[in-house]
């Protein structure tokens, strides 16, 4: 029993350091993230392809660890600035693409919205300082 135990606590201290480690990794020299499509100030009739740039780093699959890279996170009608030392969150308006994806067909209801790409490393945490995109607003009719 005390075995089992000793291997418990072992594996309960190791996680909250292998999550420290995850977190404050520094993003490429010159990299810069970018929208392709949309521009700034687009008006937008319906569902849309939003194509994202990435200059100087690479992009790769959520979880891989490859030096300088990331994957992309597309943050939607978010105002409040992201936490650097938690993973970015989940959600209608931080939107992940782990796989590696470079676009996506975005669907959105009519109206105002602003848009900002942030790259995130295997652990969903932003790059320090973190790497992000200009802020844009698109109308959709």
Excluded at 36 to 53: E, L
Excluded at 67 to 86: A, C, F, I, Q
């Amino acid at each position: 029993m005390s075995i089992a135990r000793l291997i418990v606590l072992s594996a309960a201290l190791a996680l909250p350091s292998a999550a420290a480690h995850a977190q404050g990794k520094p993003a490429g020299k010159e990299a810069l993230l970018y929208f392709v499509w949309p521009q700034d100030g687009a008006t937008i009739k319906g569902a849309f392809w939003c194509r994202f740039g990435l200059r100087n780093m690479g992009v790769t699959h959520a979880g891989d660890s490859y030096p300088n890279s990331g994957h992309h996170h597309l943050l939607v009608d978010v105002n409040e600035p992201l936490n650097p030392n938690e993973p970015i969150p989940q959600d209608k308006a931080h939107m992940h693409f782990g796989a590696g994806q470079t676009e996506a067909r975005i669907e959105l209801p009519p109206g105002k919205h602003t848009l900002q790409l942030v790259l995130g490393d295997a652990g969903h945490y932003p790059f320090s300082p973190p790497l992000v995109s200009q802020k844009i607003t698109v109308t959709i009719k």
